[in-house]
């Protein structure tokens, strides 16, 4: 299949475009530029029933790096260097049968915001690992503001025929730091 690349407010059927058998484990790596030099942004998940963050241990970031089914990789604090800046891996048969979404972002830490970090971007791998084939690119766009902390990149939603992206692409300004990552949270309280 070829790359498709998903704009904001496009849906892709995940599910529908995987090669996997069974039971399908999704691997999404950020990345931003920064042209001004090292910017700290950190990937922010919550798993939500009906739109909800009902548990605390349903919340990932830095601070939370596992939930069942999700797993978050090490802290980039510059966004320097090739590849993915940070990553996170969605195991769907470990996905609670109650969470019907998953919502995916970014939080700007130390002192940044999302307008010094240009283009941040998803790669959608139909796999676990970074080298698993990329299916899908969530483009976000340059529509931060300076002030913009947090960024709702996509949400992924269960349903009958599997699991499905919306490219959702909002910023929000929430403060910087630890009030970045509870703004996050508390977007979907």
């Not at 498709?4 to 999404?28: C, H, M, N, R």
């Not at 601070?63 to 990789?73: F, Y």
């Not at 919502?103 to 307008?115: F, K, N, S």
Request: hydrophobic share 40%; net charge negative; with cysteine.
């Amino acid at each position: 299949m070829d790359l498709q690349i998903i704009e904001k407010g496009a849906t892709f059927e995940l599910d529908v475009v995987s090669k996997q058998e069974g039971p399908k484990t999704y691997y999404f790596g950020a990345g931003w530029d920064n042209p001004n030099g090292p910017v700290d942004l950190d990937i922010v998940c919550a798993a939500l029933i009906d739109g909800k963050l009902t548990a605390q241990s349903n919340f990932v970031y830095f601070g939370n790096r596992n939930a069942p089914g999700i797993a978050l990789s090490e802290d980039n604090q510059t966004g320097e260097g090739d590849g993915d800046d940070e990553s996170i891996i969605i195991n769907t048969a470990e996905i609670a049968p109650e969470i019907n979404s998953i919502v995916i972002g970014l939080a700007a830490y130390a002192g940044a915001d999302l307008h010094s970090a240009p283009n941040p971007h998803f790669r959608v791998c139909d796999g676990s690992e970074e080298a698993s084939p990329q299916v899908g690119d969530v483009v976000v766009g340059g529509d931060a503001t300076a002030g913009d902390t947090v960024l709702v990149a996509f949400t992924l939603t269960r349903g009958a025929d599997g699991w499905s992206l919306q490219n959702n692409a909002e910023f929000h300004q929430k403060g910087q730091g630890n009030a970045a990552i509870k703004g996050f949270g508390g977007l979907f309280s």
